[in-house]
């Protein structure tokens, strides 16, 4: 049986250290498992995520041949008793390869698939995630089995390692928070709504949620949208939805999309937003700088507005620092709440 690594001396509270700083980034769950690798011998190490109605998705692996993982998401995972064991008792927590085995009913996981791709022993750490799913964090063994005291170890640590999760979790949260404010701002809109890859609700806001209200069917349209590729959607002859890709460079995260509900103005005889944005200040801008502001605007990361004009992400970044310098400013906030004030000098000019 194999015993618990010595956890003695200061290695063990660096990576401690190391994962709490992640929090909040694309390197936590990688983090996260080289602490979890310190307590006990492994061989391979996962972090996948398990989701209603879909199949499961490898947020990480190291150690795990492609072939293996291709071949559990083609069709073994339909018998992992790991995620059945999620699926019928939504709990989350330390469970060992002996505690599921009995939702093996015929053994193909454990006597069939295990063996094919050469695990002896593993045990998972599921943890909560978005919308009811979970993040299963798995240390595999490809020879012999975990003991009894590390599997105590690890359920004595759980706590600790909950706690770091819902860490990461909250920070995520606030970061959808502030990307649905920006892209709110950008369409003079409060209702906003954010969505997974697949279809999961990440963030509405309160505007968002009494639009639902308000507007019956409002709910299907952007999961309606997610076959399709759109920018924009037409929910009646008042409103319309601004869709933008959701990037926040988490690779668990990244892909969703982001709904931003815009009302048509009663009056007609003012310019519209797009027109105030295009007005916005551009006269000290060059043409170029005029471009990259009206995506910043838009709430495209510095990726996604490197792609559309054709350039690098360093002349990109190089677009703001000059953007930046000539509206004295210093942070793409402090450029969003110019582009207010200046929506609100048109408000005040016009009802004057």
């Not at 509270?13 to 498992?33: K, M, N, P, Y």
């Not at 700088?289 to 996604?304: D, M």
Request: charged share 20%; hydrophobic share 40%.
């Amino acid at each position: 049986m194999l015993g618990i690594v010595d956890v003695s001396g200061p290695p063990l509270a660096i990576t401690l250290g190391e994962t709490a700083r992640a929090v909040g980034s694309a390197a936590f769950h990688d983090r996260l498992l080289r602490l979890l690798a310190m307590l006990l011998d492994w061989d391979r190490r996962i972090a996948i995520g398990y989701f209603d109605g879909v199949s499961p998705e490898f947020f990480f692996s190291e150690g795990v041949p492609d072939d293996c993982r291709d071949l559990y998401l083609s069709s073994y995972y339909q018998f992992d008793p790991f995620l059945r064991y999620w699926a019928g008792s939504r709990q989350c927590g330390v469970v060992t390869l002996h505690d599921v085995a009995s939702l093996d009913y015929d053994g193909t996981f454990i006597k069939v698939f295990n063996p094919m791709i050469g695990i002896s022993d593993e045990v998972g750490i599921l943890l909560p995630w978005f919308c009811g799913s979970t993040l299963g964090l798995f240390l595999e063994r490809t020879h012999g089995q975990y003991s009894v005291e590390s599997i105590r170890l690890l359920r004595n640590l759980y706590p600790l390692i909950l706690g770091l999760q819902e860490a990461h979790l909250s920070c995520i949260g606030k970061t959808l928070e502030v990307k649905a404010a920006m892209a709110g701002a950008s369409h003079g809109s409060q209702a906003v709504l954010i969505i997974g890859a697949r279809g999961e609700r990440l963030f509405s806001s309160t505007g968002w949620d009494r639009a639902e209200i308000d507007l019956p069917g409002l709910a299907s349209n952007p999961v309606a949208s997610l076959n399709g590729n759109h920018t924009s959607l037409c929910i009646d002859d008042r409103h319309t939805l601004a869709i933008q890709p959701l990037q926040l460079g988490l690779p668990a995260l990244d892909d969703g999309w982001i709904y931003i509900l815009r009302e048509a103005p009663v009056r007609t005889d003012g310019p519209d937003i797009d027109g105030r944005v295009n007005s916005f200040r551009m006269s000290e801008l060059t043409p170029r700088e005029s471009e990259v502001v009206k995506l910043i605007l838009a709430g495209y990361p510095t990726v996604v507005i490197a792609k559309r004009l054709g350039i690098s992400r360093g002349t990109v970044k190089n677009h703001r620092n000059c953007i930046y310098e000539k509206l004295d400013i210093t942070t793409e906030r402090e450029l969003f709440l110019l582009l207010l004030e200046h929506l609100g000098s048109h408000t005040r000019t016009r009802d004057s």
